[in-house]
């Protein structure tokens, strides 16, 4: 089945600064969204992003979905950012189910 | 925003009894999903459903398992003997194009 790998899987930052987490697929995707859980377990949807760039804030995301990739940057984190960021995705030929990553855990200190 | 909305948040349950799961799924959305997170790890795809049926299940679908909507706006997950690794977190999502998750329930099982 499809390998979602993403990196890196612990992120420690300083509020204020920025990061980028990277979301690497093995196959060919028809979406790919981006997730962050906080820490009562709530998984927020941040990006449906299938393809090309978007921005919300400070968070942007970009999928490269013919080199099979997606970013997610943090611009001047805070410490609301802390918590689990999963990459998920949709196979072409699934009934649209999706296939989570592992997550990058992130911790920003004040 | 429309939100998909989960009850219990948190259920203890003593090994071999029954639970039932409960959803309110986004009211225009078509197909309604049940996902579960071990604590720790990743979020795995459970069961899949679409016009009032099952449109995939996974290999930890078993039989104890089953998924109704019984009135047109609940959808609810019955786990008929609990067992001690049914303890996990369970997500409810439903989608039009990209998925909205529930808060989830935090099943206990002792």
């Known amino acids: 089945g499809i390998q979602v790998e993403q990196s890196p899987p612990d992120l420690i930052l300083q509020e204020g600064a920025n990061s980028t987490l990277r979301c690497n697929f093995s196959d060919s995707v028809n979406n790919l969204q981006w997730f962050h859980q906080n820490p009562w377990g709530q998984l927020i949807n941040l990006f449906y992003i299938p393809s090309g760039t978007k921005q919300n804030g400070r968070l942007s995301a970009t999928t490269v979905a013919t080199e099979r990739y997606s970013l997610l940057y943090i611009s001047s984190s805070q410490t609301t950012d802390s918590g689990v960021y999963f990459c998920?995705?949709?196979?072409?030929?699934?009934?649209?189910?999706?296939?989570f990553g592992s997550g990058t855990r992130l911790l920003v200190r004040p | 925003e429309p939100e998909v909305t989960q009850t219990p948040s948190h259920q203890v349950t003593q090994m071999g009894q029954e639970v039932i799961l409960r959803c309110v799924p986004i009211s225009n959305h078509l197909y309604f999903y049940w996902y579960r997170q071990i604590l720790g790890q990743k979020v795995e795809f459970l069961v899949s459903f679409y016009n009032n049926e099952i449109s995939e299940k996974s290999e930890i679908f078993d039989d104890q398992f089953s998924v109704e909507r019984p009135d047109g706006s609940n959808f609810t997950l019955k786990i008929r003997s609990t067992k001690l690794e049914d303890s996990a977190m369970y997500f409810c999502?439903?989608?039009?194009?990209?998925?909205?998750f529930g808060s989830g329930t935090r099943l206990t099982v002792v």
């Open positions: 998920a995705v949709v196979r072409m030929d699934s009934s649209y189910k999706l296939i």
């Open positions: 999502a439903s989608r039009s194009g990209g998925y909205t």
